[in-house]
């Protein structure tokens, strides 16, 4: 590897009665209801001045494409944090509104959404529910006191912090036909009884990526991107870390030892349904040899106080992987309705990426584990020669860098099913590629995959998702060099699939997030499509119809953009942007789009150049100012002074602004260098809107002083055209101290 860097959906009765925290509950419905619905309330954990909440609803009425909660707590209770929804509280009142994929509830349906509270004294349960403003009445004939079997979007236990919102979209309603189980015969696989061989790729950012302006969550555009791109290059399998290695980020699976942050579990969701839907295997490594930003093994010994090789002796550490494996794949999706260790799309689970000092005591200690938990599942190890001797490893993995020649991963392919394993190059690095090495490996049996590494997708605004380790791949590629080793890669892939190379994919519709006017004419960005290696701009001075006149003619590419349109005239004009493969098939154009409309990462809202711009403070120690200690871009950045210790602190624009259209929301953030972060300062971009001043967040991110780019997604904010307050929520923990200050710089649309 190489980089830089349970479900408890419950259908409820209703009859009123005092609740008890730490039981599961059917909570009453009101007098005057004219909702059918029922609601439960189910504690998941609680240490006595906080505890986490699962909150499911159950329709009874008509469908509803948007639903809200809304209930009052009869204690101290404070909201802290929401997961599969975003919520608002005053006073004692709190609404719970659903996330953009959990929005539809049909009749019958269930949705689960959860919090993080505080309280003092008791922690009594609400008693009385509204959904959509309406009490809960029950069902309309008698209250159902069956469990309900609509599974729901998982929950986040313990004291972890909301994370970022869950991605948006439905990779598929439906299991897709013929996906298959791979199963094992000696040292070949099979799928539906024939001969699996194949060629795939990594893409390790699957659950989580390090390469958006910090460590985030993918989008779900980013997702498809890379998966569809993996798809066009002929891939069968792909291999993700960050699909089973989540531990000790705030924003992984499991950010403390035995706590877990269950949102982590929406884009892994997401992906494995989506590559699903394209009958694309994996194979999900569950920890990491490296230090890596998504975890490894070294996050169990740091966390029981051992040396970190004791994690393949001490029974604390094996136990401890072990739950951690336990609450991975016993997870249900709610995309397919599988538990994860059911699932047929996983060819393997893989004990750990690149995984070095191993014994055979340990190998066969987790690979019989894995067998129990998920029988149908295939077990694979990284080559160490080691796991030669256990019966439940069926896979050995060797990885190549460099990549030297055909002989060198035939050589090894021969000594690893001379044991009687199957073998896989789990990666090969792209810029190693050659037909020359490749194409002899088609005609050795001995070698049952090769995985390259890795694809990165197109950015969500404009161009390409980029990663400086050496080996990433942009398809059809940044250039001539690239080009020849992507064409080289797809061309075995279909190959090793047995498969004749088809015409490459005609692109799907770019789409233009940017037409503003510059000093040089009109600059243009678009969102790039999967296959398309050249673009074509297309102007019209009468309307979003046309007629238009060709202003580039696959003179542009996704390394090119924004693109300037120099001639662009003084009046309004409209725009559109199709692309095109590299043999010059065309795919749909974009919707149309007019100068000034959509905005890009450099279409800033506020740069603090010449002043405050409105900004204010809360609980500040001093400020805000705009200062010149530290910017982004120009000279000047906002700057507030922070009291450190278990405070919350804000930074915020009030008044009404339209980003009607805007998909995502940025800021830059930065740390003084000064006082004592303590276990870490936690920052969120968020913004208010609608006459109830709702609250949608980004999720917390860790705030240094290398400075980092916020994001907050709008894609499910309601009421764009109405946002009352865009802001920078900064918590200081109780192990902080002292003063620091934090910058703010460059807050931006796209």
Request: aromatic share 8%; glycine share 12%; hydrophobic share 35%.
């Amino acid at each position: 590897m190489r980089l830089r860097a349970r479900y408890r959906p419950l259908t409820l009765g209703c009859a009123a009665a005092t609740l008890l925290a730490g039981a599961v509950v059917a909570l009453p419905a009101a007098h005057a209801a004219t909702t059918a619905c029922t609601v439960t309330w189910q504690p998941t954990n609680d240490w006595g001045s906080g505890a986490t909440v699962d909150v499911t609803v159950t329709n009874h009425g008509a469908s509803l494409t948007g639903w809200t909660l809304g209930w009052t707590f009869p204690g101290t209770q404070q909201v802290t944090s929401s997961w599969n929804g975003s919520y608002q509280q005053t006073g004692a009142a709190v609404t719970l509104r659903n996330a953009d994929w959990n929005a539809t509830l049909g009749t019958g349906a269930s949705a689960t959404a959860g919090v993080s509270l505080n309280y003092t004294g008791g922690n009594p349960a609400p008693t009385a529910f509204t959904l959509n403003g309406d009490p809960c009445t029950g069902p309309s004939t008698s209250p159902s006191t069956s469990p309900s079997t609509s599974p729901s979007p998982s929950t986040s236990p313990s004291t972890s912090p909301s994370t970022s919102p869950s991605p948006t979209g439905d990779p598929n309603p439906t299991d897709p036909p013929g996906i298959g189980r791979v199963t094992r015969q000696g040292t070949k696989l099979l799928l539906d009884g024939r001969p699996f061989r194949f060629g795939g790729v990594n893409l390790s950012w699957l659950g989580l990526d390090e390469n958006v302006g910090g460590i985030a969550y993918p989008t779900t555009f980013r997702i498809d991107d890379g998966l569809d791109t993996a798809k066009a290059m002929g891939a069968t399998v792909v291999r993700s870390h960050t699909l089973g290695i989540s531990t000790a980020h705030p924003l992984t699976l499991e950010p403390k030892l035995g706590q877990f942050n269950d949102q982590a579990f929406a884009s892994i969701d997401y992906a494995v349904a989506a590559a699903k839907a394209r009958r694309l295997h994996l194979v999900v490594p569950l920890t990491d040899n490296w230090h890596w930003y998504h975890g490894g093994r070294h996050d169990f010994t740091d966390w029981l106080g051992l040396p970190e090789d004791a994690f393949y002796t001490d029974p604390r550490a094996v136990a401890a992987f072990e739950a951690y494996i336990d609450h991975l794949l016993n997870h249900v999706n709610p995309y397919t309705k599988t538990a994860f260790k059911d699932e047929p799309a996983v060819l393997a689970w893989e004990l750990g990426n690149e995984l070095t000092g191993v014994n055979t005591t340990w190998i066969r200690t987790i690979s019989a584990h894995l067998k129990q938990l998920s029988p149908q599942t295939l077990v694979a190890s990284h080559w160490s020669g080691q796991e030669y001797g256990v019966d439940e490893v069926d896979i050995v993995d060797a990885h190549y860098y460099p990549f030297n020649s055909a002989d060198q991963i035939r050589n090894d392919a021969r000594d690893i099913t001379s044991h009687g394993k199957v073998y896989l190059a789990g990666e090969y690095g792209s810029t190693d590629v050659t037909s020359a090495k490749l194409d002899p490996l088609v005609g050795d049996p001995n070698v049952t995959g090769a995985l390259f590494w890795q694809i990165f997708p197109h950015r969500d605004d404009f161009g390409y998702v980029q990663h400086n380790d050496g080996y990433t791949l942009h398809y059809p590629g940044d250039d001539a060099t690239m080009r020849g080793r992507a064409d080289a890669i797809r061309r075995f892939q279909y190959a090793m699939s047995g498969v004749t190379v088809p015409p490459v994919p005609a692109p799907g519709a770019p789409l233009l997030t940017s037409a503003q006017r510059t000093g040089g004419g009109v600059a243009l960005a678009w969102r790039g499509s999967t296959t398309a290696a050249r673009y074509t701009v297309r102007r019209s001075t009468t309307g979003a119809d046309g007629p238009w006149t060709t202003i580039c003619d696959k003179c542009a590419s996704d390394n090119n953009t924004p693109w300037t349109d120099t001639a662009a005239p003084a009046t309004a004009a409209w725009y559109q942007v199709t692309g095109y493969t590299a043999d010059g098939v065309a795919g749909p154009a974009s919707p149309a789009l007019k100068t000034g409309e959509g905005s890009t990462i450099g279409t800033t809202l506020w740069d603090f150049e010449s002043g405050t711009d409105g900004w204010a403070g809360t609980n500040l120690a001093g400020g805000p100012w705009s200062v010149t200690d530290w910017a982004t871009s120009g000279t000047h950045s906002l700057k507030g002074d922070l009291t450190l210790g278990a405070r919350t602190a804000y930074l915020a624009r009030t008044g009404t602004l339209d980003l009607s259209g805007r998909t995502t929301l940025r800021v830059s953030a930065k740390l003084a260098g000064w006082g004592n972060a303590g276990s870490g300062i936690q920052v969120k971009v968020y913004v208010k809107t609608g006459a109830s001043w709702t609250w949608y967040d980004g999720g917390p991110a860790t705030l240094t002083t290398a400075g980092a780019t916020l994001t907050l997604s709008l894609a499910g904010v309601a009421n764009l055209g109405d946002v009352r307050e865009v802001g920078v929520q900064v918590v200081s923990p109780a192990d902080s101290s002292g003063t620091s200050a934090v910058y703010l710089d460059n807050v931006t649309v796209a």
